[in-house]
């Protein structure tokens, strides 16, 4: 199932950038859920996939065209964190949320080594949260990337040269 949800955004007054995520989510209850908290962020778009082997595919056929991902860690096909793993042999520096029941110290640490973490169920603020720093992540990235700069952040340079 893929669902496309697209809203416009302007993170800065003169520049325009829209945030793609990829949600792997199996459980159309929390999909739900991670659908109506992003609605509320103007300029996020998103597509959903059930499966990790369906969102694989989408990633394999334009990397860059996502921004970020928010995955499931247990899903039907595979693991979310191998689906993480491949897909970022697609897209190396892709920022990661991943949803976990899994509350154990060992699977958390090996969670944080690749991404941030939210454990079900969650507060909506703690969501929020976790959104934001995803976004700020994959905006950062995307300002590098178009920017083709090694410099983050972007210098700003102010002649203070009095004029004669």
């Not at 103007?42 to 860059?64: C, D, R, V």
């Not at 976990?100 to 941030?116: A, K, R, V």
Request: net charge negative; charged share 25%.
């Amino acid at each position: 199932m893929l669902v496309n949800i697209y809203v416009v955004l302007n993170f800065t007054d003169d520049n325009q950038f829209m945030i793609n995520i990829i949600i792997i989510e199996d459980d159309p209850e929390y999909a739900k859920i991670y659908e109506i908290a992003l609605l509320e962020y103007s300029g996020i778009t998103f597509e959903w996939y059930m499966l990790g082997h369906q969102a694989l595919k989408m990633l394999s056929i334009n990397p860059p065209a996502y921004d970020a991902a928010i995955i499931d860690i247990h899903l039907p096909d595979m693991p979310g964190s191998r689906v993480a793993l491949e897909a970022r042999e697609m897209h190396e520096n892709l920022p990661v949320l991943f949803i976990t029941g899994i509350h154990d110290d060992y699977n958390i640490s090996l969670l944080e080594q690749q991404g941030t973490y939210l454990e079900k169920p969650f507060r909506l603020s703690d969501f929020h949260n976790k959104i934001f720093d995803l976004v700020v992540t994959a905006k950062e990235n995307k300002i590098k990337f178009e920017s083709k700069s090694d410099t983050w952040p972007p210098l700003n340079v102010i002649d203070n040269t009095p004029k004669q």
